[in-house]
């Protein structure tokens, strides 16, 4: 916190050109530092995923020796199916709003048509609704829904909640398309549907997957809604570790907190592998269309 | 009904009008997915709650209406107070926790040398969003646990008279739910923030270096001022945020022990999923909106006299 780390009018001009000057070294200590800590929950659950209850209790950061794997088999008896769940969930619903939001996006970006303008404020003024106070009635609406599967009575609102975000964002880039590129298809013969999948699309895909990738996030980690309207045979995941949480904890003997810790990282394995290879989308997404001034 | 046809361009407006709905026709075909999701989803459960916040619905039935009866019942009821004063202990603190970790890690990360440097760092800070927000709320559940590492540390370091259990002593409760997920860089707070910096150009920099602005006396003149937009933003989701949450309460504490950490959008939950009134609940909910609402349009006027 002392004002040492950041370059000082005492300093030296070569020093302050240097890349390892004292205060840069300051600068990157309290960095990785703070970084380590932030990431510290991922050390703390691996490496105790891998500890018998009396290893557990012993000692909270040492290294598993010997190693328990077996707590990975039973956590994955656990969470096996509300683990496809979550996929299942999340996979459709945000494919599903990315392909909803770009079949309205493209209509008010590039169509006109009366009440545009007013659909468009409908669906805009959505973003001021907040998620509390539709959660309940939405339960009760949800509850009485003849759908073929559970899953699709979360899967439908959590298409709907991420349409106005999605609508708004992408609606922005379709409209800086070139229009020249639209116009040399229109020649051609392309109706709206193939100017859409074959010009629109193909541009403003960056943007297609920042979207997909910033809602993938809370959909994956979303609780309350799945927690009332699923039964309890086809919960998703966060549900799940709950329910395991409360069992593990409240039970007689000594709670296995490695099976507990395994299926913690068991749960985080999907996000580290999408992370992996499409963070950069998540960053653009955010720093570019974040803040309008 | 039939429209006549006139070989005439149509001089009648309602037939111009039609004539445009129809021409409007692939548009409204590649809405409907979207419009008809929020319309049920959305604006068909907003509608509900706040019609219903005047009955006494109980999830089955539509209740009679009882006019103002939950609102007064609301604000009268001592345990609403109790969490209303958390939440504003909640958001208070909330926002403080919003604001300074990213804002002060968007600096550090900002004056490295070289764009590698900040590359690399920046990642390390975005990394954590790998861990699903329910798996950091129940690990720090264990930290907080008088077997856990907090206590733990604390013997360690000679501080074992500091032992708690920190979230069944109903002083330590709220704080610690409060101050749970150190060290508080939020991604997206510090994506925004480090954004903005990267977008100052380069020559206020230097001015502010002929003015012998620097370290943290060019922060406070110049970046500061400068990110007020990136700021205002977090405050705001941050406010909004900290006034709807609940998930911490519901899953760590159960609002207790006793109301300690019992906030009103948790009242709301479970006054319609465990006693069954639907219409209180609605009510709860209903206020709490007017109050988000209230919040949003001031910090949109102060951020329009501001600019």
């Known amino acids: ?293 | 009904m039939t429209v006549p046809v006139s070989p005439r361009p149509p001089t009648d407006r309602s037939l111009r009008r039609l004539r445009r709905l129809r021409s409007g026709w692939p548009a409204y075909l590649f809405l409907l997915p979207a419009l008809l999701l929020v319309a049920y989803f959305s604006y068909f459960p907003a509608y509900l709650a706040v019609t219903r916040a005047f009955t006494d619905w109980d999830g089955l039935n539509v209740g009679g209406f009882t006019g103002l009866e939950n609102f007064r019942r609301a604000v009268t009821d001592p345990v609403m107070g109790e969490a209303t004063r958390n939440m504003l202990v909640w958001v208070a603190l909330g926002l403080v926790l919003a604001l300074v970790p990213p804002l002060l890690v968007a600096e550090l990360i900002f004056h490295l040398r070289g764009r590698r440097r900040q590359y690399a760092y920046r990642t390390l800070f975005v990394a954590p969003i790998v861990i699903p927000s329910l798996v950091l709320l129940l690990v720090w559940g264990t930290f907080y646990r008088s077997d856990g590492l907090i206590n733990t540390l604390l013997s360690a370091v000679g501080l074992g008279g500091w032992r708690h259990d920190w979230l069944s002593d109903p002083g330590t409760a709220l704080y610690s739910l409060i101050f749970l997920g150190f060290p508080y860089v939020d991604a997206f707070s510090l994506l925004l923030l480090y954004a903005g910096l990267q977008n100052i150009p380069q020559d206020v920099f230097e001015a502010a270096r002929l003015d012998g602005a620097t370290g943290w006396r060019r922060v406070a003149r110049v970046d500061l001022p400068l990110l007020r937009p990136q700021l205002g933003l977090i405050a705001l989701l941050s406010v909004i945020g900290n006034m709807q949450y609940f998930v911490s309460p519901l899953v760590l504490t159960s609002g207790g022990p006793g109301f300690a950490t019992t906030v009103p959008a948790l009242l709301m939950y479970t006054t319609a999923t465990r006693s069954g009134e639907y219409g209180y609940a609605m009510a709860v909910a209903v206020l709490l909106m007017v109050a988000v609402a209230l919040l949003t349009a001031a910090s949109r006027l102060m951020s329009r006299r501001a600019s």
């Open chain 1, 1 to 293: 916190m002392s004002a040492s780390g950041l370059p000082g009018r005492v300093a030296p001009r070569a020093a302050r050109r240097s890349t390892w000057s004292a205060a840069e070294v300051a600068r990157q200590a309290t960095l990785l530092l703070l970084g380590l800590l932030a990431l510290f929950p991922m050390y703390f659950t691996l490496i105790n995923s891998l500890k018998s209850p009396t290893q557990y209790a012993r000692n909270l950061l040492d290294l598993p020796v010997p190693p328990h794997p077996e707590n990975y088999a039973s956590a994955w008896a656990q969470i096996q199916g509300p683990l496809v769940n979550s996929v299942v969930v999340t996979l459709v619903s945000v494919l599903a709003t990315v392909l909803f939001a770009a079949l309205a996006a493209y209509a008010f970006a590039l169509m006109d048509f009366p009440g545009r303008h007013l659909l468009f404020a409908l669906t805009f003024a959505l973003l001021l609704v907040p998620e509390f106070l539709t959660l309940i009635p939405l339960y009760v609406q949800v509850r009485s829904l003849p759908v073929p599967d559970p899953l699709l009575a979360l899967i439908l609102p959590t298409v709907a909640i991420g349409q106005p975000f999605a609508i708004l964002v992408m609606r922005a880039a379709f409209e800086r398309v070139p229009r020249e590129l639209l116009e040399a298809a229109r020649i051609d013969g392309a109706g709206h549907a193939v100017l859409l999948a074959r010009v629109v699309l193909p541009v403003t895909l960056p943007v297609l997957v920042s979207v997909a990738v910033i809602r993938l996030v809370p959909v994956w980690n979303e609780y309350l809604l799945p927690s009332l309207v699923l039964p309890p045979d086809r919960v998703t995941l966060p549900v799940a570790l709950v329910t395991f949480q409360g069992s593990g904890a409240s039970g007689a003997g000594a709670p296995n907190y490695g099976a507990l810790m395994a299926a913690y990282v068991l749960s985080a394995l999907p996000l580290v592998a999408l992370f992996a290879f499409l963070m950069r989308y998540y960053v653009q997404g955010v720093t570019s269309g974040g803040v309008k001034g």
